[in-house]
């Protein structure tokens, strides 16, 4: 997600702390690279334009041309347009309504009923309201079927009528919430072109008849500048109250992220960010600006691991490395609290100054997976006691586990460099 963009855009940032004093001159090369990061990016080129021609004007300012730092002043400069070109602001989902009613509108195949599933998980694990899905897609074949069975898999309720009228179908399931006390209706609609007429306008009839407190469009950030148009064209028939943007972790250039705002006035609230269930965030526009800046994001590495990891057990392993116990059995279960973070290399990234060839780093599962297959096939004792791990205990841990000799002394000797540098960390020495 905006790896190109932010490689551009960091470069463009370290040529113009090389200088002493910021001119007319070389603020000119610099908004160059900026215009043509974004512009390969995908952004449209009359949001360019206008954030270009802002950067350098501020750039040029009294207050930049005072600093002692003008570098520091410039980049600072850069990720407030960057944030107020995102949004501003981060623009809450509605929490009010007693229940508070929820359409969610798209394209075919922008990912909606999938992204209906993950929206309602989260509302239930990081709002702890008591969400309703509701089938109103009676067109597309087995729609009814897959919501049925995202309802299952996250053990929450479907309504659904099977194949009959989607508006009396959303008015019944609203009727059912509130006997029920549901927190949130959330209605999947059937995706459908902005131009198909008829579609549109039982789209209309919907949300006439049961006046959605949020009506959010799912767009698929594959589909680039077209995302603009498909915005307006919903926007103009329903009003729209918001966007989540799909498939973000894919290969895309992000141009559409960066313009939707600005172009449509359609705040964007959240991003999909893998196909798991689990793969929603809200959407913030300081913390995407600082994470293309390459400042990282370490408010949302905190919130994805205060929601998953759980904290009794994470004191425990902090209370025994800082009084110098931490063994293996502590190990493995630090890596599977880890594991619950997700994709490793997802979090380097969040990291802030990590260099490029670091955020380049794929981890693979499968190198976790040994090495926990590895510290179970030790008996307790040795996991309570890795300096016991002589040859003959190290090739019957091998056989165990299925890897090799060398694997299982490379695992012991990392283990023993980590508990080198907390002792180090411990009394105040930095390892490095």
């Known amino acids: 997600m905006f790896e190109s963009l932010g490689e551009r855009l960091q470069n463009a940032v370290n040529k113009i702390k090389g200088y002493g004093k910021i001119t007319e001159e070389n603020i000119s090369d610099v908004t160059r690279e900026i ?50 070109l995102l949004g501003g602001e981060k623009a809450d989902i509605y929490t009010a309504g007693n229940p508070s009613i929820l359409m969610l509108v798209g394209l075919q195949g922008s990912g909606k009923t999938t992204t209906i599933g993950k929206l309602a998980r989260m509302l239930r694990k990081k709002y702890k309201k008591n969400p309703l899905l509701v089938a109103c897609d009676v067109y597309r074949p087995a729609a009814i079927d897959q919501l049925k069975q995202i309802g299952k898999e996250l053990n929450i309720e479907v309504y659904e009528e099977g194949k009959g ?78 966007a989540i943007l799909t498939k973000l972790d894919g290969d895309t250039r992000g141009g559409a992220a960066l313009s939707i705002r600005h172009l449509t006035n359609v705040p964007i609230k959240f991003i999909g960010i893998s196909e798991k269930m689990d793969g929603l965030d809200e959407f913030y526009p ?44 502590d190990f493995l279960s630090t890596l599977k609290q880890i594991k619950k973070l997700g994709p490793l290399e997802n979090l380097i990234k969040m990291l802030p100054g990590i260099p490029k060839e670091a955020k380049n780093i794929k981890v693979d599962p499968k190198d976790m997976a040994h090495i926990e297959a590895i510290i179970l096939s030790m008996t307790p004792y040795e996991r309570r006691h890795p300096d016991c791990l002589k040859a003959t205990r190290k090739q019957r841990i091998a056989n165990g586990s299925g890897r090799t000799v060398e694997e299982v002394n490379r695992l012991v000797k990392q283990f023993e460099q980590m508990k080198v540098m907390m002792k180090q960390m411990k009394n105040g020495k930095m390892p490095f």
Not at 182 to 192: M, S, W
Not at 193 to 202: G, P
Not at 292 to 305: C, N, S, V
């Open 35 to 84: 215009r043509l990061a974004l512009l390969e990016a995908d952004v449209n080129y009359k949001v360019v334009k206008e954030f270009v021609n802002n950067v350098k004007e501020k750039a040029l300012g009294e207050e930049v041309a005072k600093s002692l730092k003008p570098g520091e002043m410039f980049v600072k400069i850069l990720k407030d347009e960057l944030v107020e």
């Open 165 to 242: 009228n989607p508006v009396l179908i959303a008015k019944n399931a609203i009727q059912y919430a509130k006997e029920n006390r549901y927190d949130y209706v959330l209605i999947d609609t059937a995706g459908r072109l902005h131009i198909d007429e008829e579609l549109m306008d039982e789209l209309n009839n919907i949300q006439t008849e049961i006046n959605p407190h949020e009506v959010m469009l799912v767009v698929d950030s594959m589909t680039g500048q077209d995302a603009i148009n498909v915005i307006e064209g919903f926007n103009n028939r329903l009003s729209l109250t918001g």
């Open 286 to 329: 300081d913390r995407m600006a600082t994470r293309i800046l390459g400042m990282g994001d370490i408010m949302t590495m905190i919130e994805k691991a205060e929601e998953v990891i759980d904290q009794d057990e994470a004191m425990k392993s902090a209370k025994r490395m800082q009084e110098g116990k931490f063994d293996l059995e």
